[in-house]
């Protein structure tokens, strides 16, 4: 089985401010790790993913994420928020060697102060 | 190149009704998945399509099908609705194989009265 842990239903940074969401994920296999962004009104669009590469993942928009295994911990970063970062964010795991069916985190509303 | 597109974009039934929501995937994508999005949650997965079989399937009633065509686009039907049902049901296709990242359409916003 796998689930994934999004820490905070809620965050509110100042624009310019470091984005800090954070997402632990349970595993019986080493996984697959996503990150999902969506605005009101729209579907999900990927931001970026882990798939037993790199760590430290690179996605969309400025933002990365670091993998890391002791602390079964896959925290979405990016420097300096924008307004318009204002959205939900999902954390997804799947399990390699299937069929890929992402298990999603419940999401953390970003909220970006002026 | 047109990405997931999802019909009708607003539904409004009453409980028992049946429904049916419609999906084409992104070109040269040939599997699709269902998730239903209920206010303030993450997605849940309904049930994945290839090749015109559904070929896994998560954790909702029989009241829940599906059909694929040939051409990959993609049905979801709801029998005997009820207030629970509502929600936003949410399409994803992708390329075959296990790290394929889904491409979602924006979604059905299904409300039951």
């Known amino acids: 089985a796998q689930s994934v842990t999004q820490l905070g239903s809620h965050v509110s940074v100042s624009e310019g401010a470091l984005v800090l969401l954070r997402c632990n994920y349970s595993?019986?296999?080493?996984?697959?790790l996503f990150w999902y962004v969506q605005y009101p009104n729209q579907g999900l669009q990927l931001l970026l993913k882990y798939t037993s590469a790199a760590t430290l993942v690179k996605g969309i928009n400025g933002f990365e994420a670091e993998f890391k295994k002791s602390e079964t911990s896959f925290h979405l970063t990016k420097p300096s928020a924008h307004m318009s970062d204002a959205a939900e964010y999902f954390c997804?795991?799947?399990?390699?060697?299937?069929?890929?069916?992402?298990?999603f985190g419940r999401g953390t509303s970003l909220i970006v102060h002026p | 190149d047109a990405g997931v597109t999802q019909s009708p974009t607003h539904l409004i039934k009453t409980r028992g009704q049946q429904v049916t929501l419609r999906c084409s995937p992104k070109?040269?994508?040939?599997?699709v998945s269902w998730y239903q999005q209920a206010l303030g949650q993450g997605p849940q997965f309904i049930f994945q399509y290839y090749e015109e079989e559904e070929r896994q399937r998560g954790n909702f009633p029989d009241r829940f099908s599906g059909h694929q065509f040939p051409n990959y686009s993609s049905e979801l039907n709801v029998n005997a609705l009820l207030l629970g049902d509502s929600a936003l049901y949410l399409c994803?296709?992708?390329?075959?194989?296990?790290?394929?990242?889904?491409?979602f359409g924006d979604g059905t916003r299904l409300s039951i009265l």
């Open positions: 595993s019986s296999v080493p996984p697959y």
């Open positions: 997804a795991v799947s399990r390699p060697g299937g069929s890929y069916i992402p298990t």
């Open positions: 070109s040269g994508h040939d599997t």
């Open positions: 994803a296709s992708s390329l075959p194989g296990d790290n394929q990242p889904q491409h």
